[in-house]
């Protein structure tokens, strides 16, 4: 699955204007998983998971920054990822449907703070983009 040079130009300018707010949004986010899809929360026993926490603030900006790697280059996300994949795959052993789901609640808060700019063409970038990202995440899976 590659980008195309429009979709790589709305991933950046977007990316651009989440950079601004991307320890709230991945806090958000993570809140709206655990929220929604309350079995993902079994991969993080030793964390106070309670909305604002100081350890989902930290897992937020942690995320937020991966993805912002995964951003910064868009033209290699593959590369950018692969310790995360093997940390993923190996060590943790996440369900790899679980970056799917994270992937929907993070669309899910960027339609929250950025109505605006969430076109359909916007949101269509940002989920072929997710789920490039989620694809690398999960190939050491197979």
């Known amino acids: 699955m590659s980008l195309t040079n429009s979709e790589r130009a709305i991933i950046t300018t977007i990316w651009d204007k989440m950079s601004m707010q991307a320890d709230v949004i991945g806090t958000e986010t993570l809140e709206r998983l655990f929220s929604s899809y309350p079995q993902t929360k079994t991969y993080f026993p030793h964390f106070d998971l309670h909305p ?3 350890q989902l603030r930290a897992h937020g900006s942690k995320v937020m ?3 912002g790697d995964a951003v910064k280059n868009i033209d290699n996300v593959e590369v950018a990822l692969t310790k995360l994949s093997e940390l993923h795959a190996y060590v943790l052993r996440v369900d790899p449907v679980n970056f799917k789901l994270l992937s929907h609640c993070l669309l899910v808060t ?3 703070h950025f109505p605006a700019d969430l076109s359909a063409e916007v949101h269509a970038a940002w989920d072929k983009f997710l789920s490039l990202v989620s694809s690398i995440l999960t190939e050491k899976y197979r």
Do not use: M, R
Request: charged share 0%; proline share 11%.
């Open 110 to 112: 960027l339609a929250a």
């Open 52 to 54: 604002g926490s100081p």
């Open 65 to 67: 920054a991966a993805l």
